[in-house]
């Protein structure tokens, strides 16, 4: 694997439902971050992680739970969603550190819907 | 604070035709700058970006970007269209080592054969 993958691609969850959305980074990064897509918005940013710490949370309902157990791995804990929950999540990576250009590498997202 | 504004929604050009995808931004700081494209069920790809020095800067697929500070603009550029352009299109900033990359609504780029 390469890049930054994700998992499932796609998900279709009930409201009371609880499911997990995966991301790992073969990259070698140390910065990871979660994003929602909605349609004809801008993104969202969720949550920041360097270096394992979440670093930050943009006002985000407690109904979305991250976890960064490794620099590798970013989690996004799902429990009790609402429809307008659904859309396009997004991971990212990136390098940390005090050099603020390095660009996020993007997967290609998991599509949720809830019904 | 910062933010990007990418006017309209939709832009759509011939094949062989010029791309133009406009981007300004805000900000009270010397910005970065970024463009990212979006294909279709697919996450988002780094195109070009703006740091310092050149203010034109030259990316993948024959994409280019000019940063007019006086202007406040990051506009997108392409010679010539080409089929494979279709995509939706994000600019993006980030004004320094703790703010976050705000990206712009999007544009749809369709291409006419």
């Known amino acids: 694997e390469t890049g930054v993958t994700q998992t499932p691609r796609h998900l279709v969850m009930g409201m009371t439902n609880k499911k997990s959305l995966k991301c790992e980074q073969h990259?070698?990064?140390?910065?990871m971050y979660w994003y929602k897509q909605s349609a004809k918005k801008p993104l969202e940013l969720m949550f920041v992680?360097?270096?394992?710490?979440?670093?930050e949370n943009n006002s985000v309902p407690s109904r979305f739970s991250p976890e960064c157990p490794n620099s590798s791995h970013l989690f996004l804990h799902l429990h009790t969603l609402q429809p307008e929950d659904s859309a396009l999540y997004l991971c990212?990576?990136?390098?940390?550190?005090?050099?603020?250009?390095?660009?996020?590498?993007f997967g290609p997202g998991t599509r949720l819907t809830v019904t | 604070a910062q933010s990007v504004t990418q006017l309209g929604s939709h832009v759509s050009v011939s094949e062989g035709a010029l791309v133009l995808l406009r981007c300004n931004y805000s900000?009270?700081?010397?910005?970065?700058l970024f463009w990212y494209v979006q294909y279709p069920n697919q996450g988002l790809q780094l195109l070009l970006k703006?740091?310092?020095?050149?203010?034109l800067v030259k990316g993948i697929n024959g994409f280019e970007a000019e940063f007019k500070k006086s202007e406040t603009s990051f506009h997108l550029t392409k010679p010539s269209a080409h089929m494979s352009d279709a995509a939706e299109y994000f600019c993006?900033?980030?004004?320094?080592?703790?703010?976050?990359?705000?990206f712009g609504k999007g544009i749809t780029l369709s291409v006419r054969p």
């Open positions: 990212a990576s990136s390098q940390a550190g005090l050099v603020s250009i390095y660009e996020q590498y």
């Open positions: 990259l070698g990064h140390n910065a």
């Open positions: 992680y360097n270096f394992k710490e979440q670093t």
């Open positions: 900000s009270s700081v010397p910005p970065y």
């Open positions: 703006y740091t310092t020095g050149a203010t």
């Open positions: 993006a900033v980030k004004t320094g080592a703790n703010s976050k990359l705000t």
